[in-house]
């Protein structure tokens, strides 16, 4: 026996008939399937021990506290001094790392573009060996400089601080940025009035 389709419910809106037609039944099946795996999983994933969004919240915290503590960068003047005094060792790669990423910003000649100059006497974050490094490590979001500490590694900050400094005193091949900043003693410390 046949079931009976298309059979009218016997009443009408705005001249439209309604049918009284049930849904078919692999259709009713996967949604009812579908309600017991979410009356199952969402118990199972937001309130078994250790599976909760917090926890989950919680470890991935941690986790980023810990790499940013393992990417924290203490550089200290005396050693920054030793290492870009001691020898010209740091120059061919912090050539090619200062090219590719700085001298779009602070011209290859470090005459200073939409940054600041380097070949001047006048320093905006500070003139010293571990101020360079910082600034080159944590950058300078507000002026658009971005960190370097997640593209770099220490040893190549640190040839860039030597490279950065090294071109104090050169003459620009082209005009000259504004100077901009403090003006520094030759250890990079500012000067007084």
């Not at 009356?39 to 926890?55: F, Q, R, S």
């Not at 506290?65 to 920054?80: R, S, T, V, Y």
Request: net charge negative.
């Amino acid at each position: 026996m046949s079931k009976v389709t298309d059979e009218v419910r016997g009443h009408t809106f705005d001249g439209i008939e309604e049918y009284d037609n049930p849904l078919p039944r692999w259709w009713l099946g996967i949604f009812y399937v579908t309600i017991a795996f979410g009356l199952v999983y969402a118990p199972w994933v937001h309130m078994t021990e250790g599976n909760t969004i917090h926890d989950s919240y919680m470890a991935e915290m941690e986790a980023a506290k810990a790499l940013a503590a393992k990417q924290k960068i203490d550089w200290n003047e005396a050693e920054l001094k030793a290492y870009c005094t001691s020898g010209d060792a740091w120059k061919a790669k912090a050539q090619e790392n200062y090219t590719g990423k700085c001298a779009a910003c602070h011209r290859a000649d470090g005459g200073g573009l939409v940054g600041p100059a380097f070949t001047d006497d006048l320093y905006i974050h500070g003139g010293t060996f571990k101020a360079i490094a910082s600034t080159i490590t944590e950058g300078v979001p507000a002026k658009g400089m971005i960190a370097w500490k997640g593209q770099l590694s220490k040893e190549e900050i640190q040839d860039l601080t030597c490279f950065v400094r090294d071109l104090r005193g050169k003459k620009p091949t082209s005009k000259p940025k504004e100077p901009q900043g403090v003006k520094v003693d030759a250890d990079g410390n500012p000067l007084k009035g």
